[in-house]
């Protein structure tokens, strides 16, 4: 069978279990790694729950951090579990964020850049909201080796339906990779543009830990498996079983790997973008 490329991402708290308290852990690395000094103005793009943004908060002394993203349920809960006077959220996409040009001296977006429909449109805005001499950065899966836990569900979806294949993120997200990502950034002018490997563990309690987030309906493997009637639905669950390595204590120990980028404007920016680059 075939659905849709259409990923839903009606449900916080669903996402929140499915890949948040994954990317929890990698927010954590990829700030550290950044080493944006204090009192900086933040923009994080497609902050979806809040998770970056809470990182950077805790992490980071920012001056302020403004979380762009267009979904209201995501915005609602970023709201309410991210209680900080320096932190506000607004209704806006990666390429119209709304906000006003030179504004902001780090532009971040966490597992986003692959979800956007237009990635120079985003490179380009996201170059137009930071200052000269400012830094874009962010990070996404690994999709094609790395996300362990997505790429067994894939491999397992696969198996028993090769139509799969079109809706598997590694072959839909060419960008989650490092040289397009690099190709990227350099083609819209940016400067010392870097990108490597952030490696965090993932440990299930259970088989059902792993499991029922994929029945959550929000983001990209969940939709495909609510497209699926309920015995195609166990045949995956089985399958996926099957394939991921299980504990004497039931626990199920995999990693995940995000591929971090990074890229600083110059320090005279006046001029757009060349035609033709960008996010």
């Known amino acids: 069978m075939t659905v849709d490329r259409v990923d839903h991402w ?36 497609g902050c979806g729950t809040g998770v970056l943004t809470a990182a950077i908060l805790g992490r980071c002394e920012p001056r302020s951090v403004i979380g762009v993203d267009p979904s209201e349920p995501f915005l609602a809960h970023a709201r309410e579990t ?28 966490g597992l986003v850049l692959n979800f956007v429909p237009d990635v120079a449109a985003s490179l380009s805005e996201a170059r ?11 990070y996404v899966w690994d999709y094609a080796e790395g996300m362990q836990f997505i790429r067994a569900f894939w491999d397992a979806a696969i198996a028993l339906d090769p139509a799969a294949r079109e809706l598997d993120q590694a072959k839909r997200f060419p960008i989650a990779a490092p040289e397009p990502l690099s190709d990227a950034f350099i083609a819209a002018g940016f400067e010392s543009v870097d990108v490597r490997g952030i490696e965090i563990p993932t440990v299930f309690a259970d ?42 204590d039931g626990s ?28």
């Not at 994929?214 to 990209?220: V, Y």
Request: aromatic share 10%; charged share 20%; glycine share 12%.
């Open 10 to 45: 009606g449900g916080a708290a669903a996402y929140e279990a499915y890949v948040g308290r994954w990317s929890r852990a990698v927010a954590a690395r990829f700030l550290d790694w950044l080493e944006v000094s204090a009192d900086q103005a933040w923009v994080d793009l």
């Open 82 to 109: 991210v209680r900080d006077p320096r932190a506000e959220f607004r209704v806006g996409t990666a390429a119209h964020t709304g906000l006003k040009g030179a504004q902001a001296d780090v532009v971040v977006g």
């Open 207 to 248: 088989f059902d830990d792993l499991w029922l987030p994929f029945l959550g309906g929000t983001g990209s493997a969940p939709t495909y498996l609510g497209s699926l009637e309920p015995g195609a639905r166990e045949a995956v669950r089985e399958r996926l079983r099957a394939y991921v390595p299980i504990e004497l």
């Open 128 to 138: 137009r909201v930071v200052v000269p001499g400012g830094v874009v950065a962010g």
């Open 252 to 279: 199920i120990h995999l990693s995940a790997r995000a591929w971090a980028y990074r890229g600083d404007v110059p320090d005279e920016d006046g001029a757009p973008p060349p035609p033709g680059s960008s996010f």
